[in-house]
């Protein structure tokens, strides 16, 4: 045998050992795939996006943050400062017209793990539901915080760092002080002040003087010989009815600063 034949016949077992180029490009992950891959993975953590039912004259801020699997309906005339929180995960949140939700305060829970869904349940699985409620012209202030189911009824004010436990209910043209906590399923009655920091053992309630009174320390007599000289205490009802006016006029002042949000005028 030549020795051009024995080179010949030995090259075969010196590229046995080798593997195929085309074995070894696809045993690797393309670039392609793993960004696929973590698209999808941030796909799967993104929030739920509820419906939304906005009014036109409503103003959004840019960093308001609407979440949830059911609807969030928001009325004429709605402030929405920049980063409140409304959460519709345990059923939907209805805003009356005329309302002011001040900045950090959130509206609804947040999800749990085992109510984060990308869509409503079936109706078979509503039953549970709650409808979180603020009727017209309620104001909440800034850190407050009101949970699934309660209703805050027309012209309420609920103060900062305030919480109203869920199905509880403020009453209208009631006003709860900064730092209360409403308990659950409890009731707070129209025109009532609540103030005192902590749970319902440690809060005052009292109503609202509603028509005209006299002031404390007139006796009869008094009274009798000023009836020409009206000195008895503004009508409680009318004060309130000037100060829905001046709530109005800083609706408007507050929707020119904080303008509507572009992202969200497309999804109405």
């Known amino acids: 045998m030549s020795s051009s034949d024995a080179a010949l016949s030995q090259q075969p077992s010196q590229n046995a050992g080798l593997k195929p180029a085309t074995a070894t490009s696809s045993a690797r992950p393309s670039q392609q795939h793993r960004v696929s891959s973590s698209s999808a993975a941030a796909t ?130 009631s006003k709860v002080c ?15 002040v609540v103030w005192g920091s902590g749970g319902a053992a440690r809060q005052t309630r009292r109503k609202r003087t509603v028509g005209r009174k006299q002031p404390r320390g007139r006796n009869d007599a008094d009274n009798n010989n000023n009836n020409n000289n009206d000195e008895t205490l503004p009508d409680g009802k009318m004060v309130e009815d000037a100060r829905l006016v001046v709530l109005q006029k800083e609706r408007e002042s507050l929707a020119k600063m904080i303008g509507s949000s572009p992202s969200l005028q497309k999804k109405r």
């Open 178 to 192: 900064s730092g209360c906590k409403i308990p659950e399923n409890s009731v707070v009655d129209d025109w009532t």
């Open 44 to 173: 799967a953590t993104a929030p739920a996006k509820p419906s939304l039912t906005i009014h036109p004259s409503a103003t959004i801020a840019d960093t308001a943050l609407l979440h949830g699997t059911y609807q969030i309906s928001i009325g004429a005339g709605v402030v929405v400062h920049p980063r409140a929180r409304l959460y519709s995960y345990d059923g939907p949140i209805v805003i009356g017209d005329g309302c002011v939700i001040g900045e950090k305060s959130t509206i609804g829970s947040p999800t749990t793990a085992s109510s984060e869904m990308s869509s409503p349940p079936p109706p078979s699985a509503e039953v549970s539901r709650v409808t979180t409620r603020l009727s017209s012209s309620v104001i909440i202030a800034p850190l407050a915080t009101i949970l699934s189911g309660a209703h805050i009824r027309s012209a309420a004010v609920i103060e900062s760092l305030v919480i109203v436990h869920s199905y509880a209910s403020v009453g209208a043209h």
